[in-house]
């Protein structure tokens, strides 16, 4: 069965600091991958998504993640973290070919806490 | 704004007590979804529906119903027979069941039993 695994359930920077956000998935066929993110109060929104060509994304707010199919790795990235990105990330997969619908496998979440 | 609502925000249940949690949509999205969220675990698929008059069980669908009368409408029925339904409810639509389009998630409803 298809899983999703997030290394990282919480993470701590201070501002300005790099993030990374580690994504493992354990499906080998043709993927679709998102980065959810939940801020607090607030409903889970797209992040961004990765369908085919460049494997490097980029998402609203900064936000970038890169696929690595040979790892099987959609990691999420940003260079310098704001006190405003305080949220639960999460990743998750589809199998576009998953039996005609659209099932979201979802990992765990990390919570991230910017400290100013 | 087109979005998703779900109500109540916040329920409570007794013991042996059905309830039941409200989803609306006005996106025009034929998909339509529930997750169950809890601490550690991510969001685990209860029931989906790729159609009105349609749909289909999730990974954890014991202990819930569901029914899609209306495009719009996805209401979901935690049961007494749900032995832990102490969670928070996530609705979420697409624009049609077929893999790869990114979902549209509401604001949640928190249950809790008495």
């Known amino acids: 069965a298809q899983s999703v695994s997030q290394h990282n359930h919480h993470v701590i920077l201070s501002e300005a600091a790099s993030l990374e956000l580690g994504c493992n998935y354990s499906?080998?066929?043709?993927?679709?991958l998102f980065w959810y993110v939940q801020y607090p109060g607030q409903h889970l929104q797209l992040l961004l998504k990765y369908f085919s060509g460049d494997p490097l994304v980029k998402g609203i707010k900064g936000f970038e993640a890169e696929f690595i199919k040979s790892k099987f790795s959609f990691n999420l990235r940003k260079p310098s973290v704001q006190w405003s990105d305080t949220a639960e990330y999460f990743c998750a997969v589809n199998n576009p070919l998953s039996g005609g619908y659209n099932k979201l496998i979802f990992g765990a979440g990390t919570r991230l806490a910017v400290h100013p | 704004d087109g979005g998703i609502t779900q109500s109540p925000k916040y329920l409570f249940r007794k013991e042996g007590q059905n309830v039941t949690l409200s989803c609306e949509q006005n996106?025009?999205?034929?998909?339509m979804y529930w997750y169950r969220q809890d601490p550690g675990q991510g969001l685990r698929l209860i029931y989906y529906s790729q159609i009105v008059n349609d749909f289909q069980k999730g990974d954890i669908a014991e202990g819930y119903s569901v029914s899609r009368e209306k495009k719009e409408s996805f209401p979901l029925t935690v049961t007494s027979a749900q032995k832990n339904p102490t969670a928070f409810y996530l609705c979420?639509?697409?624009?049609?069941?077929?893999?790869?389009?990114?979902?549209?998630f509401g604001d949640g409803t928190r249950l809790s039993i008495l």
């Open positions: 499906y080998g066929g043709t993927v679709n």
């Open positions: 996106l025009n999205h034929d998909a």
């Open positions: 979420a639509s697409s624009i049609s069941g077929g893999g790869g389009q990114p979902q549209h």
